[in-house]
């Protein structure tokens, strides 16, 4: 005989029945959520800003964009040291060979022999700036002023932001009483090296002794 069942528990049975293939929808809820939650995540990637990269990662041109917004001298010390790297690196063995041996020289005081090996560097490799501002220096050593500002010269048609050879320059033009155009030399440091402690002291300096003068 066929068993009937009672509508009663025929309405509860289909009830179930209904419930077992719903939607879970704790499971459509969590979705929501991990999704709203890696939009979120993006919208950070988004809007926070990137560390910056390791100087040693980073261009030329981005280093002397670094060191002019840099207020902070001891960071900006950082950062010159990074550009000096960049400069001292000839590319060639050669020329880093002739360079370590002039730098042995001059430390020294063997003058002729420090001459003879900058000549050396200056004629192999005449587009490598480095070569003519260590010249430039030893002639400044050595007092030879008009040679060290032909050799400044050449440093500045290679690299215009040489902020180096600029403060050399500036040190002779005291030296030889040109202070005025000092002054231009030393507020171009400052141009390119806003934190440059040398070239804050020498403007104000000059400043003072010019104002008499008009500047």
Do not use: C
């Not at 590319?91 to 900058?118: R, V, Y």
């Not at 202070?179 to 104000?204: F, G, H």
Request: proline share 4%; charged share 25%.
């Amino acid at each position: 005989m066929k068993e009937i069942i009672p509508p009663r528990l025929l309405f509860f049975v289909t009830l179930a029945a209904f419930i077992a293939f719903m939607p879970d929808s704790t499971g459509i809820a969590q979705e929501s959520s991990d999704q709203g939650f890696k939009r979120e995540l993006e919208e950070k990637r988004k809007t926070t800003p990137q560390e910056e990269k390791p100087v040693q990662q980073v261009s030329l041109d981005e280093l002397f964009s670094r060191l002019k917004l840099e207020s902070d001298a001891q960071k900006a010390k950082f950062i010159e040291r990074a550009i000096w790297n960049r400069w001292t690196q000839s590319g060639s063995e050669t020329i880093d060979l002739l360079m370590n041996w002039s730098a042995a020289a001059m430390k020294e005081k063997k003058w002729p022999a420090a001459f003879d090996l900058l000549d050396q560097v200056v004629v192999l490799a005449p587009h490598y700036a480095e070569g003519w501002n260590r010249r430039a220096t030893l002639y400044f050593l050595r007092a030879q002023y008009g040679r060290s500002i032909h050799d400044i010269e050449q440093v500045l048609k290679l690299e215009t932001r040489h902020f180096g050879a600029m403060a050399g320059l500036g040190n002779i033009l005291q030296k030889l009483d040109n202070d005025k155009r000092a002054l231009v030399m030393w507020k171009n440091v400052l141009e390119i090296y806003p934190a440059n402690k040398n070239a804050q002291k020498s403007v104000k300096s000059l400043e003072k002794k010019l104002f008499g003068q008009g500047i």
